[in-house]
């Protein structure tokens, strides 16, 4: 597991700055890693093709060939589009051992990945992401 506190991110900006580029439910989530509630999120049940890109920067992170019904009420994906765009790194919040998803690009929260569930896919894994980390850009725009 990488730690995000072992890399400057690329886009590094203040609390304050965030807070002018991003809605407050968007900062409490990218920035404060919050969650948003379950089955509520704009992109839990997109089939759309293209790239999910960090809301808070821009930066390629998933690929809609990568995305899968999980029915865990968030989008589910089975391997980032690129393995040098997320970083993983140990959550011990809640009483649990979990692995927290971070941009690489600018260290905002994007959700949590999980291993050994028995979805039936290439790696064994959920990428379970919160929609308003992501801005989805469909194929041909």
Same mark, same amino acid.
């Given at each position: ?6 890399? =400057?991110?690329?886009?590094?900006? #203040? +609390? ?5 580029k $991003?809605?407050p439910?968007? %900062? ?10 379950? %089955? =509520?999120?704009?992109? #839990?049940?997109t089939?759309?093709?293209g790239?999910?890109?960090c ?9 809609s060939t ?10 589910? %994906?089975f +391997? *980032?589009? !690129?393995? +040098?765009?997320v970083?993983?790194?140990a959550d ?5 051992r979990?692995?927290?998803?971070v941009?690489? !690009?600018?260290?905002?929260? $994007?959700?949590?990945?999980?291993e ?5 896919t *290439?790696? +064994?894994?959920r990428y379970? /992401?919160?929609? /308003?980390? $992501?801005?989805?850009? *469909?194929?041909g =725009?």
């Amino acid at each position: 597991m990488t730690s995000a506190g072992e890399a =400057t991110p690329n886009v590094a900006l #203040t +609390d304050d700055q965030w807070r002018e580029k $991003l809605s407050p439910a968007e %900062f409490a989530v990218l920035r404060q890693a919050g969650t948003e509630r379950p %089955f =509520t999120g704009e992109y #839990t049940d997109t089939t759309t093709e293209g790239v999910y890109q960090c809301r808070a920067c821009g930066a390629e992170l998933f690929r809609s060939t990568e995305k899968f019904e999980s029915h865990c009420g968030w989008p589910s %994906f089975f +391997d *980032p589009a !690129n393995s +040098d765009a997320v970083i993983l790194r140990a959550d011990d919040s809640l009483g649990m051992r979990r692995v927290e998803v971070v941009c690489a !690009n600018c260290h905002s929260h $994007l959700g949590h990945v999980f291993e050994g569930e028995g979805y039936p896919t *290439p790696t +064994d894994q959920r990428y379970c /992401i919160n929609s /308003i980390s $992501l801005t989805l850009v *469909p194929a041909g =725009t």
